[in-house]
């Protein structure tokens, strides 16, 4: 989801920069900022900070699985070779 808030500053900070002789139609200019900020942001393919969140959370979460996998192979390799050799 697009933040609307943001949208709305950054038209009308966009309709401020206007030179002074075209702002009589400053409103209908950040009216027309305003819908092809969203329009253009629309078509963009983006995630909101929720789902990024979330999927930033399973992946540090499944890092740390992976690690700790790594290490039990790690451990039982040591284990499966110390087994293996020849006693002396």
Sequence with gaps: MIDLKA???LAR???ELVPP???EAGQD???NFR???QAGLGKLD???REE???QRAVLLRTREKL???ERALAELETRLDATSRPNH
């Design 7 to 9: 949208i709305d500053d």
């Design 13 to 15: 900070r966009l309709s």
């Design 21 to 23: 002789g075209l702002r």
């Design 29 to 31: 200019l950040e009216q």
């Design 35 to 37: 819908a092809t900020l």
């Design 46 to 48: 983006l995630v909101t």
């Design 52 to 54: 990024f969140d979330v």
């Design 67 to 69: 690690d700790a996998l």
